[in-house]
């Protein structure tokens, strides 16, 4: 692998992680009322500071409404696929991110 194909793939890396830092309000709010509001402000207003800290606080924020027993359910399962997902993901990123390393660190100085 020559350097610029190591720099490549640790820029895709740091695109991909950043992303998820991006949309980690949303993720948050999996299981809320308004997942969807709150994906559309993290998405349209993210870019700014300010739009990705009154996303962050409103997934945190509690609901007011209680979720009736089959929407708890629902959300449940599917917040947890989601949540096994991203673990997963990350574990990849973190793997192909050391490996990334250490052929770039042990690779014979030309």
């Known amino acids: 692998m020559d350097t610029t194909t190591i720099t ?3 820029a895709g890396m740091l695109v991909l992680m950043l992303s998820l ?3 980690y309000p ?3 709010a999996m299981g809320k009322r ?3 509001a709150i ?3 993290n998405l349209l207003t993210g870019w700014s500071v300010i739009g990705w800290v009154v996303a962050l606080i409103w997934a945190l924020k509690n609901d ?3 979720l009736r027993p089959d929407e708890v359910q629902q959300f449940t399962g599917r ?3 989601i949540k096994v997902f991203i673990y997963i993901l990350w574990s990849i ?3 192909i991110l050391a490996v990334a390393i250490i052929i770039t660190y042990t690779s014979p100085a030309s």
């Open 34 to 36: 308004n997942t969807g």
């Open 93 to 95: 990123v973190a793997i």
């Open 21 to 23: 830092l991006y949309f």
């Open 79 to 81: 917040d947890r696929r």
């Open 26 to 28: 949303t993720f948050k």
């Open 64 to 66: 007011a409404v209680a």
């Open 8 to 10: 490549r793939i640790l």
């Open 39 to 41: 994906f559309a402000l």
